[in-house]
């Protein structure tokens, strides 16, 4: 049989719908320039745990050539997602776009043999893509902190029933607001003379640990003369869901987002948490087989902006309030490497009266956190954690950054290396500068 025909008659290890799209892997020239930025190769020396090593796996794979085993299983699912590879790539190979795909197939396989995980399933599609469920669950961890359940249970070593991990995200968990900002800002923030209208989109990681960001963006927005409109029924993004395989849920929740946010008739659809970013900018992925729906993520993912770019676009009032810090500024992989944004950040920060921005190391090296990767591959993410530490330089009394992951998994760092350093969003420190001028919202 020629090659051609057997090609043919070979069943794929990938039989589920939206399978890893040849297009993408057959761009690979294998020329290798991935390797060297690639975290997990940097860290095994192993190619199949390599960019390179991961697409020619999906190819074998896709091509019916190896099974859907732990050999193709554990490359795809110890892969950060961090996207480092794809900025240094010459063949514009969309490898994160191949590992999530690649992951639904996994996720598929296990539904159909009944291996799923029950935890992943819970807070994935039990508790996400209900608003109601993830303000409950805020509740739950706010009355935690707040009633002395929590020395207590810190006391009485009850923690240590938990994985390590986990018990390290407790440890480091942000006093958790009251109420969330979807919930505590207006429906719609008019400004007198408004420059444009854009939707806030408050996602869940950022608005049950870091609400206070959802207001200072509102702030700041405002401070712009960008009217704000917070859409209520909008849901989370679906990037968690994404990562996990579950596109299929992924797409519900973007269906909902993408009606929420056109009906609502923004010219931008404003976001502060990278992987929300990148997430949102990514809708057409997710229906790449359906002309309708593609057509409607396309239109509103051309209106997704992080609030950085947004703010440079519209070229920002510059702040007059001097802030005294001395900070550097951590590039999220989602930011940089997903949504080539780095300049903007660092151009808010330098506009600021006061603030010192040093240079991090290798600041576009993924600090470990990936969604939920430092709690199912806790070992990898406090390796590249302790790295991400040792490069800070010693004179910052801040680090800055533009994700609530990063934010969670550096704060982890500060509190092990016992620091005295503040973890700290982009908008935070612009605020705080707008805030001495006095800024209220509308004005
Ligand atoms: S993914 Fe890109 S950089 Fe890596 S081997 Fe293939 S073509 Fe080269
Ligand atoms: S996305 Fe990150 S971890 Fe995954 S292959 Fe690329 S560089 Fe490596």
Not at 17 to 39: N, Q, Y
Not at 94 to 112: D, K, N, P, S, T
Not at 134 to 159: C, D, K, N, P
Not at 363 to 384: F, V, W
Request: net charge negative.
């Amino acid at each position: 049989m020629s090659t051609q025909i057997e090609a043919m008659v070979r069943q794929t290890s990938f039989p589920f719908a939206d399978a890893p799209d040849p297009a993408k892997f057959s761009v690979c020239v294998h020329c290798g320039f991935c390797l060297e930025v690639c975290p997990t190769y940097q860290e095994e020396s192993n190619e199949s745990h390599s960019p390179r090593g991961r697409v020619y796996l999906i190819k074998l794979a896709s091509e019916g050539l190896i099974p859907l085993d732990e050999g193709v299983v554990s490359p795809v699912e110890t892969c950060l997602d961090c996207r480092a590879c794809e900025s240094v790539c010459p063949s514009g190979v969309q490898v994160g776009a191949l590992i999530e795909e690649a992951r639904g197939q996994v996720y598929l396989a296990r539904v159909e043999n009944k291996k799923a995980s029950g935890i992943q399933k819970l807070f994935l599609r039990g508790i996400f893509p209900y608003p109601a469920r993830l303000h409950a669950l805020g509740s739950l961890l706010r009355f935690y902190q707040r009633s002395g359940m929590q020395r207590i249970v810190r006391g009485t070593g009850l923690l240590r029933v938990l994985p390590d991990a986990m018990r390290e995200m407790e440890g480091v968990m942000p006093e958790i607001s009251a109420q969330r900002a979807l919930t505590t800002l207006p429906e719609r923030i008019p400004v007198a003379q408004p420059k444009r209208s854009v939707g806030l989109f408050t996602g869940c990681v950022m608005d049950v640990f870091f609400s206070q960001i959802n207001e200072a963006t509102a702030r700041v927005l405002t401070k712009n003369h960008i009217e704000v409109h917070v859409p209520k029924r909008q849901l989370c993004c679906g990037a968690l869901h994404v990562h996990a395989g579950d596109r299929e849920q992924a797409r519900q929740l973007a269906k909902t987002n993408i009606d929420v946010f056109l009906e609502e008739g923004v010219e931008r659809i404003i976001i502060n948490a990278a992987g929300c970013g990148a997430a949102l900018k990514e809708y057409p992925e997710l229906f790449k087989d359906d002309p309708v729906w593609h057509e409607k993520a396309v239109d509103f993912s051309a209106r997704v902006r992080d609030i950085s770019e947004l703010l440079v676009e519209e070229n920002f009032e510059k702040p007059k309030g001097r802030v005294e810090r001395r900070v550097t500024y951590h590039d999220a992989c989602h930011l940089c490497h997903a949504q080539g944004i780095r300049k903007e950040p660092r151009a808010i920060l330098q506009s600021i009266p006061g603030v010192t921005l040093v240079p991090l190391p290798d600041s576009e090296r993924c600090c470990g956190s990936a969604g939920i990767y430092n709690l199912t591959h806790p070992e990898m993410a406090g390796n590249l954690l302790e790295r991400k530490m040792d490069d800070l330089p010693e004179t910052i009394d801040a680090v800055v950054m533009g994700n609530p992951g990063c934010m969670l998994q550096l704060r982890l760092g500060v509190k092990k290396r016992q620091q005295d350093l503040d973890v700290l969003h982009t908008v935070e420190l612009l605020d705080a500068s707008y805030q001495k001028e006095g800024v209220t919202y509308g004005n």
